[in-house]
């Protein structure tokens, strides 16, 4: 919605309102617009839009979530790094029913741009895995399995980690 760069002057705008506020005695207002310039930092760091194109996803909403993600422009420059690797890991995961070269292409570049959170790390080395066993690439796969069973520290994945093995021994 906004740049990352106007959602800090915003965010520094309305602190000053709020120290302004204090100033002045009138707490309520102050503590009001320190909550207000909350949201704006938290937007930063998470964008808006990426979070509504994650709840598209938990819907199965694969063109809604498309349109949220096709609201962002220009990645590069509207994104911080780690939300630029969230893009690209969800349009990886968009894009993998249908077209495998460019799925990988997109987890490759959201491993290569980073996730802050284990288990979207290990679904997208997961994901490559079971990419590179499609294209008959049995030692990558193997290596891509290993290291989403070290990221996977809940176990979260164990059933689609012990699939995936028993379809590499029949290769």
């Known amino acids: 919605m906004f740049n990352k760069n106007i959602k800090l002057v915003l965010a520094g705008l309305i602190l000053a309102a709020a120290i302004w506020q204090f100033i002045e005695g009138e707490i309520g207002n102050g503590i009001a617009l320190i909550l207000l310039a909350g949201i704006f930092i938290f937007l930063y760091f998470k964008n808006e839009m ?22 962002i422009n220009d990645p ?3 994104l911080v790094q ?20 460019q799925a990988e292409k997109f987890f490759k570049r959201a491993l290569k741009l980073g996730l802050s959170m284990d288990h979207d790390l290990a679904m997208a080395k997961l994901n490559l895995a079971g990419i590179a066993m499609t294209k008959r ?14 990221l996977d520290k809940h176990g979260m994945m164990n059933d689609q980690i012990r699939m995936m093995k028993e379809q590499m021994k029949k290769i």
């Open 82 to 101: 780690k939300q630029q690797g969230y893009y690209w890991y969800l349009h990886g995961l968009m894009v993998s029913q249908t077209n495998i070269t």
């Open 50 to 71: 990426i979070l509504l194109a994650f709840l598209r996803l938990r819907k199965q909403d694969f063109p809604g979530a498309k349109k949220w993600l096709d609201r």
């Open 76 to 78: 590069e420059k509207a």
């Open 137 to 150: 690439r049995k030692r990558e796969a193997t290596m891509l399995l290993n290291e989403a069973k070290k």
